[in-house]
């Protein structure tokens, strides 16, 4: 299956080889940390890899770019400091429902640098932070006009809304049960976050993304900060 399939972003931890060539085994534990099969099956280790990490063999194209011709944008679903959400659809992938955040850099404008940092960290985050209760990144995107420097991200559409949202329409009707549940779930992202040694720093209620079934999904990775020295400390 592997065989023919080419990392090219990704390089080996163990041997520093890039591309990776074939099987990729990215660990779950460690931040941004790869190895080829010859090194996973010389069972090599470095930094602070260990043996008892577990490894997930990770598939090609996990997140995709896109170009902005293949978005055609929906209805505004909120706004915030780093940018606008739209729903929107992917043509590429049979109309596929999304949600689109879209952050603006204009020309000469002092926040820029910010703004690109913020877009960057929430890439690097979303690639790194995979589990049920984190919202999953499909993909991304950058447009450039006359006037601006469009960073898009493409995640998961939520047909709920923000937590927020839910509050503001279903409170009522929220029984006991379901919000232990969507606070068990939101607990659980963030045991997943602290384990990989990110701090996500923006914890509130429209940063909670909440699924048809009522799944809740931490997002807006936009300020998350990545703690090297946080021996990758779990908790709960």
Not at 81 to 104: H, M, P
Not at 114 to 122: D, G, I, K, P, R
Not at 196 to 202: A, E, L
């Amino acid at each position: 299956m592997f065989k023919s399939v080419t990392h090219s972003t990704a390089t080996c931890d163990g041997c520093t080889k890039s591309p990776i060539n074939g099987i990729r085994f990215k660990c779950d534990t460690c931040n941004d940390y790869d190895l080829c099969l010859q090194c996973y099956t010389n069972k090599v280790t470095t930094k602070k890899h260990s043996l008892d990490h577990p490894l997930v063999v990770q598939p090609l194209n996990e997140t995709l770019e896109f170009s902005m011709s293949d978005i055609e944008l929906g209805a505004k679903l909120g706004e915030g400091a780093f940018g606008c959400v739209y729903k929107a659809q992917v043509k590429s992938l049979n109309r596929k429902e999304v949600a689109c955040k879209v952050i603006s850099l204009k020309r000469n404008d002092p926040s820029a640098e910010a703004l690109y940092n913020s877009y960057t960290q929430e890439l690097e985050a979303y690639r790194e932070l995979k589990a049920v209760n984190i919202l999953r990144m499909i993909g991304h995107s950058t447009h450039k006009t006359a006037n601006e420097y469009q960073l898009i991200i493409l995640t998961e559409y939520m047909s709920k809304g923000s937590l927020s949202s839910l509050l503001e329409k279903e409170r009522d009707e929220l029984s006991f049960r379901r919000r232990m549940d969507i606070a068990c779930d939101v607990a659980t992202g963030m045991v997943r976050i602290h384990e990989h040694g990110f701090i996500h720093r923006d914890i509130r209620a429209d940063n909670i993304l909440i699924a048809g079934d009522y799944t809740a999904k931490i997002g807006d990775m936009g300020i998350a900060k990545f703690f090297e020295n946080s021996n990758n400390t779990k908790i709960g």
